[in-house]
Nanobody
Framework: QVQLEESGGGLVQAGGSLRLSCIAS????????MGWYRQAPGKQRDLVAF??????TNYVNSVKGRFTISRRNVNTVYLQMNSLKLEDTALYHC????????WGQGTQVTVSS
C-alpha cells in the first residue's frame, strides 16, 4: 500500500504562482511514476503532468511553459505552477503508479480574477 500526502494548494490571483508538494509513504517501488491530475467541478479528472523515476516528464498542452514538475527522490514530487489562469482552478490530486494507481485526497487550487 502507498499513501500520498499533498500540500500547497490555496487561493491566488490570476498571474500568480503556487507550488504543490506530494510525499508518498508505504511500500515504495524505486521504479515508479508520480504526477498530478486535476478535477474541476462537473468535469472529469485529467492529467496535468507526470514524471517517471528516470526523470522523463510529460505535460498536458494547456500547462506547458507555465507548470514544472520535479521530484526530489523516489517518493516526493512537486508541481511549480506559474502564470496561473482562472481555468486552472480545480482540485489537484497527486498520483503514484507502479503496478497500480494510488491517489491522494486532493488539494484545492483556486485562481481568482
Amino acid at each position: 500500500q502507498v499513501q500520498l500526502e499533498e500540500s500547497g494548494g490555496g487561493l491566488v490571483q490570476a498571474g500568480g504562482s503556487l507550488r504543490l508538494s506530494c510525499i508518498a509513504s508505504g511500500t515504495i517501488n524505486i521504479i515508479n511514476r508520480m504526477g498530478w491530475y486535476r478535477q474541476a467541478p462537473g468535469k472529469q479528472r485529467d492529467l496535468v503532468a507526470f514524471v517517471t523515476s528516470d526523470g522523463t516528464t510529460n505535460y498536458v498542452n494547456s500547462v506547458k511553459g507555465r507548470f514544472t514538475i520535479s521530484r526530489r527522490n523516489v517518493n516526493t514530487v512537486y508541481l511549480q505552477m506559474n502564470s496561473l489562469k482562472l481555468e486552472d482552478t480545480a482540485l489537484y490530486h497527486c498520483n503514484y503508479y507502479d503496478d497500480r494507481d494510488y491517489w491522494g485526497q486532493g488539494t484545492q487550487v483556486t485562481v481568482s480574477s
